[in-house]
């Protein structure tokens, strides 16, 4: 079983930052997917940025091109998303995610782990 725990959330002004953190609770290997969803109020989760652990890609979703970062500390354990020039819209619930097999998906309920979340308000 894997246990996922965010940080890094909080309260920023349009234009600010933030660093969000997951700690993986266990070794994730080379044939998975670990990835940053969100989900605002009334909104569906949409998937934000994926790394896949074997080959190091990472996606992201056009909203968080140019503007988002996902790396990842495998030694670790820990993957992080750092969020540049935030707007209102970012404003959202952020997940963090891993899925066990050959690829990354964009769909939730493909996945198989999540964290809690942790809030970001941009106002």
């Known amino acids: 079983h894997v246990q996922l725990v965010e940080s890094g959330g909080g309260s920023v002004q349009t234009g600010g930052s933030l660093r969000l953190s997951c700690a993986v609770s266990?070794?994730?290997?080379?044939?998975?997917?670990m990835g940053w969803f969100r989900q605002a109020p009334g909104i569906n989760r949409e998937w934000v940025a994926t790394?896949?652990?074997?080959?190091?890609?990472?996606y992201y979703h056009y909203f968080a091109q140019g503007r988002f970062t996902l790396s990842r500390d495998g030694a670790r354990n820990i993957l992080y998303l750092d969020m540049n020039s935030l707007t209102p819209a970012d404003t959202a619930m952020y997940f963090c995610?891993?899925?066990?097999?050959?690829?990354?998906?964009?769909?939730?309920?493909?996945?198989?782990?999540w964290g809690q979340g942790t809030q970001v308000t941009v106002s």
């Open positions: 790394v896949y652990t074997g080959s190091g890609s990472t």
């Open positions: 995610a891993v899925r066990f097999a050959d690829g990354c998906s964009t769909t939730p309920s493909s996945w198989n782990y």
């Open positions: 266990s070794y994730i290997g080379d044939s998975a997917c």
